[in-house]
Nanobody
């Protein structure tokens, strides 16, 4: 059974850091395009970062602040978020894609506030 479980969200002050984890089961993350998306209140879900083999891609709004990585041994994908801003507040989702298959995690809430 395929499953993606996000963790690591929470409340942090502006300028702080969080690391999200996406633990996968039922498939191998190194064989899929792994991505992080986010959706703020009243906003559409948008791509934050993706990792395709060794290629990393980021939304302009997070370049230089967020880092996506993959641990093949743990079958887990991470999103290191530094210098967080209030506008980074959102529900963050992990997504796995390969050809016609697509899987989503349940989401992890990130709140950036004083």
């Amino acid at each position: 059974q395929v499953q993606l479980v996000e963790s690591g969200g929470g409340l942090v002050q502006p300028g702080g850091s969080l690391r999200l984890s996406c633990a996968a089961s039922g498939f191998t993350v190194s064989s899929y395009v792994m991505s992080w998306y986010r959706q703020g209140v009243g906003q559409e879900r948008g791509l934050v970062a993706s990792i395709i083999r060794d290629e990393l891609n980021y939304a302009d709004s997070v370049k230089g602040r967020f880092t996506i990585s993959r641990d093949n041994d743990k079958n887990t994908v991470y999103l290191q978020m530094d210098s967080l801003k209030p506008e980074d507040r959102a529900l963050y989702y992990c997504k796995a894609t390969r050809m016609f298959k697509e899987y989503w995690g349940q989401g992890s809430q990130v709140t950036v506030s004083l």
